[in-house]
């Protein structure tokens, strides 16, 4: 069963943040920096600390919910082999600059 990270729906870009559960001293929650591209025909997702975790779709809302089975597609993997899951340190953000 695939858990589905929440992603804002204030994108264009999700910063960085994970919660550690102090009872277990597990992570619940991360949230991983999301690159949402308009493309002619398409949008495009990408996320920085995972390579290869990509998407892409007709719709921004579905780019949207693509990219949080790949993100949780790429976690289950190392986690399943003991690995260390590849922690969150891209931060994305939108910079608002005045048009000249």
């Known amino acids: 069963m695939a858990i589905r990270l929440p992603i804002s729906q ?3 870009a999700v910063c960085r943040n994970a919660k550690l559960s102090i009872e277990t ?5 991360m949230r991983y920096a999301v690159v949402f591209e308009k ?3 398409n949008w495009a997702a990408y996320v ?3 390579p290869r975790c990509v ?3 007709t719709s921004l809302n579905e780019t949207r919910q693509l ?3 790949a993100i949780q597609f790429h976690i ?3 986690q399943r082999r003991g690995e260390p899951v590849p922690e969150p340190t891209s931060v994305a953000e939108t910079v608002e600059i005045r048009a000249a």
Do not use: V, Y
């Open 39 to 41: 493309a002619a025909r």
């Open 48 to 50: 920085p600390d995972l």
């Open 25 to 29: 001293g597990r992570a619940e929650e």
């Open 67 to 69: 990219i949080a089975d």
């Open 55 to 57: 998407t892409t779709s």
């Open 76 to 78: 289950e993997g190392p």
């Open 10 to 12: 204030a994108l264009p």
